[in-house]
């Protein structure tokens, strides 16, 4: 079973940046797209980033401009930058990826956006 580690939350002040980290622990087979989803207190869970593996990129309008996604596909790996950070981006961040094989989900990174 392919699992997905995240790495890189935390807490910063608005303003500030931070950089998440998610790596499949083996090779994920016929691997189509990898991004980042988040869920805050009371809301749905919605998508922030996603990359496929060809490099195309899309951004929820509430991050675009701020936050960066790039990823390795050799590794199976992929980044969240997060720049000029928002007390609305305090959320749980979770690493998703689709192959044609299935879906995989991490197990979520607590990002809190506070003063």
């Known amino acids: 079973q392919v699992q997905l580690v995240e790495s890189g939350g935390g807490l910063v002040q608005p303003g500030g940046s931070l950089r998440l980290s998610c790596a499949a622990s083996r090779s994920i087979f016929r691997l189509i797209r990898m991004g980042w989803y988040r869920q805050a207190p009371g809301k749905e869970r919605e998508l922030v980033a996603a990359i496929t593996s060809g490099g195309i990129t899309n951004y929820a309008a509430s991050v675009k401009g701020r936050f960066t996604i790039s990823g390795d596909n050799a590794k199976n790996t992929v980044y969240l930058q997060m720049n000029s950070l928002k007390p609305e981006d305090t959320a749980v961040y979770y690493c998703?990826?689709?192959?044609?094989?299935?879906?995989?989900w991490g197990q979520g990174t607590q990002v809190t956006v506070s003063s």
């Open positions: 998703n990826a689709n192959s044609a094989v299935g879906v995989l």
